[in-house]
């Protein structure tokens, strides 16, 4: 059987349940799940295909999937690697921030990046506000009210669409 490394970077677990949900979309991987953020050294010659998955915190990737990229770089140019983003502004699907091409957030990684993956997903994260503590949910609150978004803090809310994630998922195993 096909092996899968899939390496994520998230605050709240949307990032990791996208990538459970592309894990149960490539039936013929065996998937392994690692967090980025404790992951050490990794041979990815033993995967046939790699997946990251890292999410925005008020504009900004984490700094440790920038380190890992560094450390990493000749790895992840040589194998079938992949990557996808997670944010609240991909939600807005009809103007095209959902895509590689109309995120800031991933012109901005592939500006930073000297890795360009060849696959990239932008998807929506979800809307965690009871779970925020009263920092985070005063400036997410703040900033979803800047953008038209839910401002109600007891509300939960998830915007990722699935469908999207699932043909993601293709393409991830067709590479």
């Keep these: 059987m096909a092996k899968a490394l899939f390496l994520y970077s998230s605050r709240e677990g949307q990032t990791k349940k996208i990538l459970h949900y ?4 490539l039936s013929e991987f065996e998937c392994e799940i690692v967090d980025l953020h404790t992951a050490g050294n990794i041979d990815f010659n033993s995967y046939d295909r790699v997946l990251i998955g890292a999410s925005i915190r008020y504009g900004h990737l984490n700094k440790k999937l920038y380190q890992f990229i560094e450390t990493n770089i000749e790895q992840l140019q ?3 690697v992949a990557f996808f983003c997670v944010n609240l502004t991909a939600r807005k699907e009809d103007q095209g921030k959902d895509t590689p091409e109309g995120s800031a957030y991933i012109k901005t990684f592939l500006k930073k990046s000297p890795w360009q993956p060849a696959l990239i997903g932008v998807f929506a994260g979800a809307l965690y506000y009871p779970r925020y503590n ?5 400036m997410i609150r703040f900033i979803m009210n800047m953008t038209g978004g839910e401002t109600d803090t007891t509300k ?4 990722t669409n699935w469908g999207k994630v699932s ?3 293709g393409k991830l195993s067709n590479m």
Excluded at 22 to 25: F, L, Q, R
Excluded at 156 to 159: K, R, T, V
Aim: charged letters at 40%.
């Design 22 to 25: 592309i894990e149960e979309e």
């Design 134 to 138: 009263w920092f985070d949910k005063t």
């Design 156 to 159: 939960e809310i998830e915007y």
């Design 167 to 169: 043909l993601f998922a």
């Design 78 to 80: 040589s194998n079938k």
